[in-house]
């Protein structure tokens, strides 16, 4: 079955369709442009016919009324003129006019009178060509008639005609072939692109599309493109650096596992199965902790950096039962406030601060909420140098100099924090305590003081 028309049109490259409709567009004016050409033209030359043919005849009525006529009547352009009767006799004529047979019969002159400018065949009056004839009243009855050859003018309309009907389909392939030069040069950019695009492989991830000098939108397209393909490097290389580190995180309490099962089957008789039952429960302890962290992680990247859910939270609440939880933690100031986001993650966010702030205090943890959504959680531990307070967001940073199952979280923690802060629309940074760390988390309050504010989630995820 031969395909339709407008499947045909869509199969059709983009440069060729572009030319096409140019083309065509530019068809239809150019011949509708020709058409009121030549209509304007012959308006104008014959009006100016006409205008020139009632003036003589106006001049001759003058005359007839008057009784001034000459036989035969003199006109300075050529014009042909009849002065009839009221019975239709010729009464006077130009020199070389016919004497005998008016240029119109009685219904015709009628019509003439009425202002309708007629067109007769000159042939049978020895004249070659058509001629316009106007008609004017005179009194007593008469009426001139007044006549010019209208040939030339004919034949210049017709030449006219012929040049618009063989120069405009000659103009349109001009302007066709013009079109398709500059749309292939509009459209050279794009097949940069595409040959940029195809060249990008697995092997060649760094690449960037060519951007073109003009500052146009195929200009902004390749900028845009670039930009995207930098995140999607970004985030290849973060998943591939999250791979690595999840792997190395998993390869040591499982080789733990390993080696303290193997020592006690190797040696049954002089195995500790308590010690080494209480081993292995630390190490799966860990790869629990590590599991949960990477799925929090996931979780954040799925999502695309939004929260769960967005619904009224009542953030004072979620801070008190979280410190209650922790022997060392006070809460030295806790205003109500309402923040919108997911009391889950907020709760997770707290969490894992208070867990790094207990494993490096000295003394105390103190936690404060102010009524602007300002969250401090404070530690008299030793501190983190100012140059590592940005590098300690990254995920599976630890400033720990070693590896082993007893030296701190998998650096997951913070990372966790900062991304599910930056969900809800609000910043994390670390600042100096004197003594130990103080870690500021700010969020957006919806309202402040509210009288209600929204219980938390207590399920777990």
């Known amino acids: 079955m031969a395909d339709s028309p407008l499947a045909w049109w869509r199969r059709q490259g983009l440069r060729f369709r572009l030319t096409m409709v140019a083309a065509a567009v530019l068809a239809l004016a150019l011949a509708i442009s020709a058409s009121v050409l030549l209509s304007v033209l012959q308006r104008a030359l014959l009006g100016t016919v006409e205008d020139s043919l009632r003036q003589q005849a106006q001049t001759v009525r003058v005359k007839a009324d008057n009784e001034t006529l000459t036989s035969p009547i003199v006109t300075h352009d050529g014009t ?38 007629l067109y007769l065949d000159g042939r049978p009056y020895a004249i070659p060509g058509p001629l316009h004839v106007v008609a004017v009243s005179a009194d007593r009855g008469r ?56 060249d990008i492989t697995h092997t060649a991830r760094s690449r960037r599309l060519p951007v073109p000098q003009a500052r146009d939108e195929v200009h902004a397209l390749a900028l845009t493109l670039n930009d995207m393909l930098a995140r999607l490097e970004e985030a290849e290389k973060r998943q591939r650096s999250l791979v690595s580190d999840a792997s190395h995180e998993l390869r040591s309490p499982l080789a733990s596992i390993r080696l303290q099962l193997e020592v006690a089957l190797g040696h049954p008789e002089g195995a500790d199965w308590q010690e080494t039952a209480e081993g292995v429960l630390e190490d799966t302890l860990r790869l629990s902790r590590l599991a949960e962290d990477l799925l929090a992680l996931a979780r954040l990247d799925e999502r695309g950096g939004r ?107 913070l990372a966790i924090v900062r ?29 402040k003081n509210p009288e209600k504010p929204a219980k938390a989630h207590k399920a777990d995820r």
């Not at 986001?341 to 490096?360: M, P, S």
């Not at 300002?374 to 140059?387: A, M, R």
């Not at 991304?419 to 910043?427: F, L, N, P, S, Y």
Request: proline letters at 6%.
């Open 307 to 413: 929260p769960a859910r967005r619904e009224p939270v009542g953030l004072d609440e979620v801070v008190r039962r979280c410190v209650e939880r922790y022997g060392e933690a006070h809460l030295v100031a806790c205003d109500p406030v309402l923040v919108t986001g997911d009391a889950l993650d907020l709760t997770r966010v707290l969490t894992n601060l208070l867990d790094n702030a207990v494993r490096h205090a000295a003394s105390k943890v103190e936690v404060a909420l102010t009524a602007d959504g300002v969250l401090t959680v404070t530690d008299d531990g030793p501190g983190i140098p100012p140059e590592d307070r940005e590098r300690v967001f990254d995920r599976f940073t630890r400033l720990d100099s070693g590896r082993g199952r007893d030296e701190g979280g998998a650096g997951l923690g």
């Open 143 to 198: 009426t001139v008639l007044a006549a010019r050859p209208i040939g030339e003018i004919v034949q210049s309309l017709g030449v006219a005609g012929k040049v618009l009907f063989v120069g405009t389909p000659a103009l349109v392939v001009l302007l066709a072939a013009a079109s398709w030069l500059i749309i292939g040069r509009t459209l050279r950019p794009i097949a940069a692109l595409r040959r940029g695009a195809a």
């Open 419 to 447: 991304e599910t802060v930056h969900a809800h629309d609000g910043r994390v940074y670390l600042e100096d305590a004197l003594p130990g760390l103080r870690v500021v988390v700010e969020l957006p309050a919806a309202r």
């Open 80 to 117: 042909i003129v009849q002065v009839l009767e009221r019975d239709g006799r010729i009464a006077n004529v130009t020199y070389g006019a016919d004497r005998l047979v008016p240029l119109l019969d009685a219904p015709a002159r009628q019509r003439a009178l009425k202002g309708e400018a």
